[in-house]
């Protein structure tokens, strides 16, 4: 099945399709991690966007039951150098092609994925139609001009819905704009008792189930648009110890009262480097965001940063001079990539037990 990748720049890409057959528009971004494209292509955050990898063989241990991030794909189509039909790995339950079909995803093999990652990198981030549906390229370039690839994105992938998952630990209440689980995951290894609760919660809903902390997660889009996460933020910080992933980092930055901005092609892969200060430690880190915080607009709203990213001197992770807050842009569960910077979540454990 032959198959179109279109830019916004006006390149076009031949190459074959695989998952759904159809018609796909996102934002095309790039991840450089060399295996987890399962924990990828599950991770809610990517929501909107098509997502270009790096390394060239994807597929090739399969996909499992049990690894998804979430039960969906939310991002928009997935476009790789090649694709194993033949995956080996004993817990393999079905081959990538079938994983795409099931949760029909369009999907692009057989095309240069270095040229497109050069692209992203000198332009920024491009709008982009992958299509298997043989259009004709006047055609996909007006669905490319008609489309707005801009959405609600957070309301789509939140959970509607409070749901309580019981454990003998702190009470966690987590703002789930897009939640990874993985970081579910590390909360019930530290026996914590979750409550996951829709991204518009209120700070009064969010009391009412007396959590000793609260955890705001990743999630898809630009942080600006959760304005009332904001200023529920703003007063969840002053009353009880809040921890920011990704997202959730970015929110408590706008909370105070500080800025985020675009980047221009972003942090997507297995392998970024993060300087702890604290710790004096570098870390090898998960990444997928594509906005950041800006260092100067929160150094003088109370924030101190406590992590750098080593490539490019990003603010990585920041915690509250006064309030037990704290923060990392990067994922701590890691999934796909490193779990070294599990850390996070010992130290957010030991803050609810009263140090600072
Ligand atoms: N993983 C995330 O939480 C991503 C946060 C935000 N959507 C960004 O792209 O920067």
Redesign the pocket.
Same mark, same amino acid.
């Given at each position: 099945m032959d198959a179109i990748l279109y830019l916004e720049d006006g390149s076009i890409y031949e190459g074959k399709g695989f998952g759904k057959v159809g018609t796909t528009v996102g934002e095309l971004v790039f991840n450089t991690s060399m295996t987890g494209y399962q924990e990828i292509l599950t991770d809610p955050?990517y929501a909107g966007q098509i997502i270009n990898m790096t390394y060239p063989l994807i597929g090739n241990y399969g996909v499992n039951n049990i690894e998804n991030e979430s039960l969906k794909i939310h991002a928009k189509g997935f476009i790789v150098k090649n694709i194993s039909n033949n995956p080996s790995n004993y817990m393999s339950d079905k081959s990538i092609d079938e994983m795409l079909k099931s949760m029909d995803i369009v999907g692009i093999y057989g095309v240069d994925t270095r040229s497109i990652t050069k692209k992203i990198r000198n332009s920024g981030v491009l709008k982009c139609v992958i299509s298997s549906e043989n259009l004709s390229i006047n055609e996909i370039k007006e669905i490319l001009n008609n489309t707005e690839i801009k959405d609600d994105w957070m309301k789509k992938v939140s959970t509607k819905e409070i749901i309580n998952i019981k454990g003998d630990g702190y009470k966690v209440a987590v703002v789930d704009f =897009?939640v990874k689980q993985n970081i579910i995951n590390n909360l019930k290894q530290r026996d914590c008792d979750v409550t996951i609760l829709p991204y518009n919660a209120s700070f009064e809903e969010i009391m009412s189930i007396k959590p000793d902390g609260v955890l705001l997660s +990743?999630?898809?889009?630009d942080?600006k648009e959760v304005k009332d996460a904001i200023e529920m933020t703003k007063e969840l910080m002053k009353n009880i110890p809040t921890l920011g992933i990704?997202?959730g980092h970015?929110i408590i930055a706008l909370a105070v009262g500080g800025n985020t901005y675009k980047m221009k092609y =972003?942090h997507r892969g297995g392998n970024h480097g993060v300087y702890d200060i604290d710790k004096d430690k570098s870390y090898i880190t998960s990444q +997928?965001? =594509?906005?950041a915080v800006d260092k100067n607009s929160i150094e003088d709203k109370d924030m101190i940063v406590t992590h750098i990213n080593l490539n490019d001197n990003t603010v990585e992770g920041m915690k509250h001079k006064n309030y037990p807050v704290f923060s990392v842009q990067y994922h701590p569960e890691g999934s796909p990539g490193p779990q070294d910077s599990s850390y996070i979540f010992d130290k957010f454990i030991s803050v609810l037990g009263g140090d600072q």
């Open positions: 955050s =897009g +990743n999630g898809p889009g942080p990704c997202l970015q =972003g +997928n965001h =594509g906005y």
